[in-house]
């Protein structure tokens, strides 16, 4: 019992720290008053039509503030004691107090008092954050002027002088250069940097730091490790026997993109659709792997198309939770229940995603299909050398050559220039000569399709060739008259002929 009431105890505290805040400051929707409205009363006055009740819908604004079927208003904007949800949650009739008994719910005194404090204050309901578009805030008068250095310290400085609080005493120079270059980096500053950082006196010393981590390597592989967190990067497929495969040329893309400082709206249209840009470049789709970090899986008893569903379902999840600030698996079987998400945009999403010629089961020999290969940075600087040798040798073909040119216009001279050679169309040819028939001793084509020996240049008539203990030498053929057909003996054997 004793641990029981501690527990309550526990839970309670920041509950009514809120309501004694919200007598004197002002109440926050999506803190103090939704999670409220969620467990307490959405069950019969929320988003779910089927199960509504008296008419009342307390998740949209427009809806609370409307008449509902008795007439009455739960919510009048300033006017607590004059609205119908305040009156039900403090009345003593069971019959009539919210949460009705039956449901099990039971508001707390904090609870009730922060409700009344919400309504008091003109029961804003403010949108989720991601939905709000980011605004300008003005530059806050401070009680310190002569502490503030960057814009950044007056709203330190501003909410220091509302809590009635003081400012730290100013760190160290060796813990700034320590935190500075966790912060940036990931690591911690080298004796040598800290050095340096100490004897630097000049005003910009700190400025000096922060420029020389920024350009640092490490500064992107910092900044990437939440990004590859969210984007659910593995080097392993899960499922089953986690095979490994290799994603790290997608992540050196992503570091390289935070060292490179690439505009977010680029970050962006590159790791959701890079592929699918016109003429993409070799890293616009690389950046497109973003889609491809999910699990896979390659079970033999699993089913293609269940995970192949799957697939899709956590790119829709995760493009969502990444750039809309917002879960959107609750719309996969209907709209959701608090947020403006519907069924059918999540499946317009599904579709939009459902365009990868990909394999339900796949995996099992490291990267799924379908992936591109990519070069390393020697391979890269190698292929690059090669298309300029490449450039270079096809702008030789474009255009005159002067050493073709020449030869050419040399033989065309000749041609035309009468000489004995030129004006003798008469031929004189010489002998025939044959060795053969050559019959290999395995038959078949291999007298063909072999070097006998007679192939050989120049030829020697004197040569004589031995093959499976045959003896062959060249015969003159004075036989042999042009123009009339020549029978040559032997059958799948091989006979050699020669003139000059």
Request: hydrophobic share 40%; charged share 25%.
């Amino acid at each position: 019992m004793r641990l029981l009431l501690l527990t309550v105890t526990l839970v309670v505290a920041p509950l009514i720290a809120r309501a004694e805040e919200a007598r004197s400051s002002e109440v926050n929707f999506a803190r103090d008053i939704q999670p409220i409205l969620a467990d307490q009363c959405f069950s019969c006055h929320g988003p779910d039509e089927q199960t509504r009740e008296a008419g009342l819908r307390l998740d949209k604004r427009n809806a609370a503030l409307h008449p509902v079927e008795s007439g009455s208003i739960a919510i009048i904007p300033g006017k607590p004691t004059e609205s119908e949800l305040i009156r039900r949650i403090e009345s003593d009739d069971p019959d009539e107090r919210m949460p009705p008994a039956d449901s099990k719910k039971l508001l707390t005194v904090a609870q009730k008092e922060l409700l009344s404090a919400w309504i008091a204050q003109g029961a804003v309901f403010d949108e989720l954050w991601s939905f709000v578009k980011p605004l300008r805030a003005d530059s806050p008068a401070v009680s310190n002027e002569g502490w503030v250095r960057t814009p950044i310290d007056r709203f330190i400085m501003s909410r220091l002088d509302k809590e009635g609080m003081t400012t730290a005493q100013e760190a160290t120079r060796e813990s700034l250069i320590r935190r500075l270059s966790l912060d940036l980096t990931g690591l911690p500053p080298t004796l040598t940097e800290i050095d340096a950082f100490l004897l630097d006196n000049s005003d910009a010393a700190y400025e000096k730091v922060v420029d020389r981590l920024l350009a640092s390597p490490h500064f992107g592989e910092r900044m990437a490790l939440e990004w590859l967190d969210a984007a659910r990067f593995a080097d392993t497929n899960g499922y089953h026997l986690d095979n490994g495969r290799d994603m790290s040329r997608w992540r050196a893309w992503v570091i390289d993109a935070f060292n490179e400082n690439k505009p977010f709206d680029q970050f962006t249209i590159e790791q959701l659709a890079g592929d699918l840009l016109p003429n993409a470049t070799l890293s616009q789709q690389l950046a497109s792997g973003f889609n491809r970090n999910h699990m896979i899986n390659f079970e033999g008893g699993a089913i293609p198309a269940e995970y192949h569903n799957a697939y899709i379902v956590d790119r829709v999840n995760t493009t969502a939770t990444v750039w809309l600030g917002l879960t959107v698996a609750c719309a996969q079987c209907h709209d959701h229940k608090y947020d403006p998400i519907t069924q059918r945009e999540f499946y317009g999403l599904y579709a939009f995603f459902n365009n990868v010629p990909e394999n339900g089961l796949d995996g099992n020999q490291g990267n799924a299909m379908p992936y591109i290969r990519v070069p390393d940075e020697a391979q890269t600087a190698r292929l690059n050398d090669l298309d300029s040798q490449i450039e270079a040798l096809v702008a030789t073909t474009e255009g005159d050559i002067a050493s073709i040119d020449e030869a050419q216009q040399a033989w065309e001279l000749s041609l035309a220039t009468p000489s004995p050679t030129n004006n003798d169309k008469s031929v004189e040819l010489g002998t025939w000569y044959a060795v053969g028939p050559m019959i290999h001793p395995e038959g078949g084509q291999r007298a063909y399709k072999r070097d006998l020996g007679p192939e050989a240049t120049p030829v020697d008539l004197a040569v004589e060739y031995f093959l499976a203990d045959k003896t062959y030498a060249w015969k003159e053929r004075r036989d042999w008259i042009d123009g009339q057909i020549i029978e040559l003996q032997g059958e799948q054997a091989a006979t050699y002929v020669y003139r000059t």
